[in-house]
Structure formats: structure tokens, C-alpha cells
């Protein structure tokens, strides 16, 4: 059975894990010693314990204990479970904890991006996103419309950041991904050879429109592996990555406007090519 504690100790390592949520410096560093992430919600936490995390401990606000019981009953014997009042959780975190439950697991081991890679047919590649809001978002849309993984580049933001797994609801959990060592090359080169059709999402003016493309795709009898790549807000995509893609895509806009934010554009070229696809 899990150990409910409700008051606090001082000198507690365990409950340590879940200070200053809202430094990200400190996370960081915090995170990657201890090999712990942060699942903030009820919904993450049922995640993480569904594919098979490691709790280390959890922070509850001593009024969802009830509603909570029955993620309390899934701890492993002796799990600390940490039940305050929501000042105390404030003052531990940094912010008012709205959903009332952190749990602090042990982060899964890192995935080989060839293994993603040969699981899949429809892959998301994220490039320099280094927004977690957009990242979460981004994971969450292409698992919901049929991506199969996802990669990411050296300098993409971390997945299994508390406001990434929050943003996903759970969802960078379930799908598989992969951080790559090196992009654009060789990294392009090998998704090529795996078969893939490397397409950019960018401002080109060479640039085919979508529904066109995905119009041709939908009449091929065999259209293939595809990869989508999305760069970050502003800048969008790297020059080098755009010319060592195999086509560049956009979505035609009215008015004024020239482009959606990443993750709203996303959700529409995983809409339009993914959910299509055999």
C-alpha cells in the first residue's frame, strides 16, 4: 500500500523532486539527475502508469484525495504520496496546481530512432521547436490523426517536459519518438532510403499547395511512406532542410494572414495526409 503523508518533512528528498516546476533552468538540470519527469493531471498520471512507468511519488491537494483514490490505489507498496493543502502545494511547485495530482516517474529509456523509423509509415518530424506548448500540441494532434512516430532534432524541446505531457494530455507517452543525433543530414538521407517521402511544411515559393498533393496521393494505388517536417514559430524551416526535402508543401491562406501557428498547422497536414493514408 502507498505511504500517505500529510504534513511536510523538512529535509525530504523525495518531495524535493517537485520544487520550482516553473524554473525550467533548474528543472532541467533537477530532471536529468534524478532521471525523473513530472506528470501533471490525473488523466497524464493514468498514462504513465498504463504504459508501465515507474512511480517515484506523488503530490496530491488534500481535497482531491477522494476523487483520487483510485490512482492512490494503483501506487506501488510504499510509494510516497504526498497529500497537502493547496498553499503548501503552491509553495513546493511555484503555481497554484489546478489539476491537483503531480506524480514524479522515472523517465523511460531513450527510443533508437531507427527503431521508430522502421515501425512506421507516416512519421512527424519536429525541428528547433523549442516551444513546449507547441511540442505537446503537435504530439497530441498526430497521434490522434494517424501518425505512426515521431522525431525529433537535437535542439527540439523535451518531450517529456511537465508542460509538454500536460499539453499532449499524456499523449508524448503513447506515442513512439525518437530524438535524432544529427539533422538535417544524414538524417534525411536515411529516411530516403527507408522509403520515405521527405515533405517540408514551408513558406516556399516553389511550394505545392496541400490539398493538391494530397489529392495526388489519395489516387496513387501505393502512395507510400511519408514524413512531414515543421520548423519552429517565426523562423520556420531551415534553408538546408528545405532544399534536402523531396517536396515542400503549404497550406493556402485568405485574407492577410500568411501563416497558422505550428501546431494549428500541423493538426491540418496530419488531417489531410494521414488519416487518408492505407
Known sequence: ?????????????????????????????????HGILIAESALVVEKA????????????????????????????????????????VKAITGYRVHRGVLGAFARPAPRDPKDVVCHAERLCILEASVDATNVGAIFRSAAALGADGALI???????????????????????????????????????????????????????????????????????????LVFGTEGEGLAPATIAASDVVLRIPMARTVDSLNVASAASIFFWELFRSAP
Open 153 to 227: 532534432d537535437p535542439t527540439c524541446a523535451d518531450p517529456l517536459e511537465r508542460r509538454c505531457l500536460r499539453t499532449s494530455m499524456g499523449c508524448v507517452l503513447e506515442l513512439p519518438w525518437a530524438r535524432l543525433a544529427h539533422w538535417p543530414e544524414p538524417a534525411i538521407s536515411e529516411l530516403r532510403d527507408a522509403g520515405f517521402t521527405v515533405a517540408s511544411c514551408a513558406l516556399s515559393p516553389d511550394a505545392l499547395e496541400l490539398g493538391a498533393f494530397a489529392a495526388r496521393r489519395r489516387s496513387e494505388e501505393a502512395p507510400g511512406k511519408l514524413a
Open 1 to 33: 500500500m502507498a505511504q500517505l503523508i500529510s504534513h511536510l518533512r523538512s529535509g525530504d528528498s523525495t518531495l524535493a523532486l517537485f520544487t520550482d516546476l516553473t524554473n525550467r533552468q533548474l528543472r532541467r538540470s533537477l530532471e536529468a539527475e
Open 49 to 88: 502508469l498504463d504504459v508501465g512507468l515507474r512511480p517515484v511519488a506523488l503530490l496530491v491537494a488534500r481535497r482531491r484525495l477522494d476523487a483520487l483514490a483510485h490512482i492512490i490505489e494503483r501506487m506501488p507498496e510504499h510509494t510516497p504520496v504526498y497529500a497537502l493543502e493547496d498553499d503548501a
